[in-house]
């Protein structure tokens, strides 16, 4: 189970809280709650409260439902669920394509036009699954989230940056990292993952942050510009498996046609 910032173990809101924080303060998804969500985190205050904050999450909890339906889980915040929407485990295996394409269908095609709805759907049959990497990969595109106030004139970064990220964490201070990791790269016609490069990330704000503690050599998650939580090698392994597995599909399927612009 993973650590919670303050300590102990992180349940499944926490942890869910996490990795919410990070765009929840940019204003991008989510309750305008980011200075609670922070706050509970590194106190490891998992509550009611918490819970019904984090049903705010409009994209991310139809997956929760989802993955939890899927393997008889009551709780769309069990803490293997959230793992699942994240960073991945065996949990997203037992979402078949009937299920993925009932959900995608009936979240997505009335906010699309045919051709981009047409698109999408062509990822379900070969391989899309309620990961994290596809809606911010293979949806926010078509639904032109990326444009405007949202991604601006740099759509390619703010796929990197909002996907989760594993990275090597090579130096620390009290409130920063440099991590090294794999950005995100667009060849002209595909969506790749580059060679590593160091990136300074958020540790903690004042004494408050999202990981806990971590040290130089360890593995991390990072979303945004912060260090969300410590990975363990299964986790490393999980979740490089599933982001290129939903590279692999997006790419299949054609990469947006913003991503050229």
């Given at each position: ?29 989510g309750p ?131 996907r989760i ?97």
């Amino acid at each position: 189970m993973p650590e919670a910032a303050g300590g102990g173990v992180a349940s499944g809101p926490l942890r869910f809280a996490r990795y919410a924080y990070p765009p929840n303060a940019r204003g991008y998804c989510g309750p305008d709650a980011a200075a609670q969500l922070l706050e509970q985190v590194a106190a490891g205050a998992d509550d009611p409260d918490l819970r019904r904050l984090l049903r705010g999450f409009e994209g991310a909890w139809p997956y929760l439902e989802l993955i939890a339906a899927a393997n008889t889980i009551a709780d769309p915040l069990d803490p293997r669920v959230v793992e699942a929407y994240w960073i991945g485990n065996r949990l997203l295996d037992r979402v078949g394509p009937r299920l993925m394409g009932d959900s995608v269908e009936s979240r997505f095609r009335g906010r699309l036009a045919m051709a981009s709805w047409s698109r999408l759907a062509d990822t379900v049959p070969i391989g899309a699954l309620p990961h994290h990497a596809f809606h911010v990969l293979g949806v926010y595109p078509w639904l032109g989230l990326l444009r405007g106030g949202y991604g601006g004139p740099e759509p390619l970064r703010v796929m990197d940056r909002c996907r989760i990220r594993w990275g090597l964490v090579v130096a620390t201070t009290a409130t920063s990292a440099v991590v090294r990791s794999r950005p995100l790269t667009w060849d002209g016609w595909r969506l790749t993952l580059g060679v590593p490069v160091e990136e300074s990330a958020v540790l903690r704000l004042g004494d408050r942050g999202l990981a806990g503690t971590v040290r130089s050599g360890d593995w991390c998650s990072l979303h945004w510009d912060w260090v969300c939580e410590r990975l363990d090698g299964r986790q490393v392994v999980e979740l490089r498996r599933r982001t290129l597995q939903q590279l692999a599909v997006v790419n299949r399927a054609g990469a947006p046609d913003l991503v050229r612009a």
